[in-house]
């Protein structure tokens, strides 16, 4: 049985104060109701990973980073390792979210390299994909997301994948308040598992976890999260207050 996640994604906000205010009233919630079938992760910017770190001692919350460079090390001014994240205690990392994708035009063979490297260094990675709008409309979201997942997980093994959650992030959806319907998202969940049988082997979908990202907020997380293919949602905009986050969580786990 897959396990529930419900990621937040912190993208450029929070000092290292604002970080610790956010993470301590988010682990006192936690401590009140403390889920039983959700896994939850919090992935603050890199100046947050190790004072976050710290102040998550003796809880069950997981941290992960937002990004890595693709080399283990060397002259590549301003970038951060797998190495230096793993050193904070961070346990996971983003790779290929649209941001990312759009910004810092990292394709896929980028991606391949960063979630390569991410495993090497015993980092678990949450893998993002998804189409644009204008993919949507012209019909091409299940070619997109195919062969997002084909180039960018391009020589990994079956066992790689039991370290990495695959998070599905319409570009349309993503910090716009659309959502995608629970049907739009189930379909594409459930045709990423028979894309991954396809790839891996028989067996690799069922097993994978794949969460749905884009405006995900607690009003709308139990039509999404109550889907037989969602296993959780990364979250955004709605994971940068201690209490939408925990609506959220709970939401998982009534749906759990
Ligand atoms: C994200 O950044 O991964 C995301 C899903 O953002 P939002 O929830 O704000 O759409």
Known sequence: MRQKVIAGNW?????????????????????????????????????????????????????????????????????????????????YVIIGHSERRRYFHEEEAIINKKIKIALKNKLKVIHCIGESLEEREQGLTMEVVSNQVEWDLKDLTPQDLKNIIIAYEPVWAIGTGKTATPEQAEEVHSFLRDILDALFDKGAGKGMTILYGGSVKPENAASLLSQPDIDGALVGGACLKADSFFKIIQASEKVG
Not at 39 to 68: D, Y
């Open 11 to 91: 993208k450029m906000y929070k000092t290292i104060p604002e970080a610790l205010r956010l993470v301590n009233q988010l682990r006192k919630k936690l401590e009140a109701q403390p889920p039983r079938r959700t896994r939850v992760i919090v992935c603050p910017p890199f100046t947050a990973l190790a004072p976050v770190h710290e102040a998550l001692q003796g809880s069950n919350i997981g941290l992960g980073a937002q990004n890595i460079f693709w080399e283990e090390e060397g002259a590549y001014t301003g970038e951060i390792s797998a190495a230096m994240v793993k050193s904070t205690g961070a346990k």
